[in-house]
């Protein structure tokens, strides 16, 4: 666009300067007229020519804005549905971290009237007593072995969770921040093509201008021949 603001400053302003300064007194042939008017021809359809490459490129970005929107909507179409499963996962997760708070108070509070150890410590064996012991209670011995290792691995799970909570977390930051990005992006585009309308107008303008001026010169060039053969 600065360019063609550029080659509009040039052919414009030359051309006015130059029908300005010509007046209806003003001694111009016809010849001279013919090759003002193929020079401003001339400059006029470089700056077409142009104005169409520039309008080219522009709509190639846009047919790329137009890609990079359709990739942005798939992508947040997904993340939508990431944050509905997530919302699902943490609500799951809540309740059953208030069911297993309170097995852990009922748990603690049976242990302090058994005068058990700490079932958290996993080096420490629950005691049981050989000469009265029963199958039931070595089986008891191996499964609360075993809800010690479960308890472990489900707070390892926990943590992987809450690590992928927070990549979700941070992939809507980045999709919110693109959103902005690409807006700004449509607004540079929306001032791109107005400036270029306005060039059009201007040329238009111009044109039309020119095209007066040379019937102008016309008239006055045909009213001196005729003067002259008079």
């Not at 799951?92 to 958290?120: F, R, Y």
């Not at 921040?177 to 585009?189: F, I, R, Y």
């Not at 791109?192 to 306005?198: A, G, P, S, W």
Request: glycine share 2%; net charge negative.
């Amino acid at each position: 666009m600065k360019y063609l603001l550029e080659k509009e400053g040039s052919v414009g302003s030359a051309c006015s300067q130059l029908l300005a300064n010509m007046t209806a007194d003003t001694e111009i042939s016809f010849a001279d007229l013919s090759a003002i008017t193929q020079k401003m021809t001339l400059d006029l359809a470089t700056d077409e020519r142009a104005f169409l490459n520039c309008l080219l490129e522009l709509n190639a970005y846009d047919r790329q804005l137009w890609e990079n929107m359709q990739r942005i909507s798939d992508v947040d179409s997904k993340l939508v549905a990431l944050e509905e499963k997530q919302s699902k996962m943490v609500y799951n997760m809540g309740c059953i971290n208030e069911e297993q708070k309170a097995l852990d108070s009922a748990v603690t509070e049976l242990e302090k009237a058994l005068g058990l150890p700490d079932w958290t410590d996993q080096n420490h064996d629950l005691p049981v007593d050989a000469f009265s012991a029963t199958p039931s209670d070595s089986k008891r011995q191996q499964l609360m072995q075993m809800l010690i290792s479960v308890d472990s691995q489900i707070k390892e799970a926990d943590c992987d969770l809450q690590e992928i909570i927070d990549q979700v977390s941070a992939l809507h930051k980045s999709k919110t921040a693109m959103s902005n990005s690409n807006k700004a992006t449509e607004d540079q585009v929306a001032q791109i093509l107005k400036n270029q309308m306005e060039t059009l107008i201007y040329i238009d303008k111009k044109a039309g201008e020119l095209d007066a001026k040379v019937d102008e010169f016309k008239d006055v060039l045909d009213g001196r021949n005729s003067t002259a053969y008079s």
